[in-house]
């Protein structure tokens, strides 16, 4: 059902570093969209880490990661990435990508998903 494929998740140590992929599973270009990164832990909500438009204006609405994550573009290759850095357990989570017309907290309307790609932050 996934639109877009999410993947470099792994285990990481607390205080390491991640890049996440976002690539599309089509031949959808993720120029034309914004594109946003969500999280979600066991049992908790998916929340928006960062979001790009696609004029390449970062919006958040929860700074839930605030100076420890970055998003870049790779036009050539058609993937966006998400760079954290600084990672905590509690970061531990599911990890999204979405597309859409726009940033916005409310996740239905954005029109495609990635399936997920798992970070575990380990003490």
């Known amino acids: 059902q996934a639109q877009l494929v999410t993947s470099g998740g792994g285990s990481v140590q607390s205080g390491g570093s991640l890049r996440l992929s976002c690539a599309a599973t089509t031949g959808l270009s993720l120029a034309d969209f914004a594109i946003g990164w969500f999280r979600q832990a066991p049992g908790a909500d998916r929340e928006e880490v960062l979001c790009?438009?696609?004029?390449?204006?970062?919006?958040n609405y929860r700074d839930l990661m605030k100076g420890r994550v970055a998003i870049s573009r790779d036009s050539a290759k058609n993937i966006v990435y998400l760079q954290m850095s600084s990672l905590k357990p509690e970061d531990t989570a599911m990890y999204f990508c979405?597309?859409?017309?726009?940033?916005?907290?409310?996740?239905?309307?954005?029109?495609?998903w990635g399936q997920g790609t798992q970070v575990t932050v380990i003490s």
């Open positions: 790009t438009t696609s004029t390449n204006q970062l919006t």
């Open positions: 979405a597309a859409g017309s726009s940033c916005d907290y409310l996740l239905s309307l954005y029109n495609y």
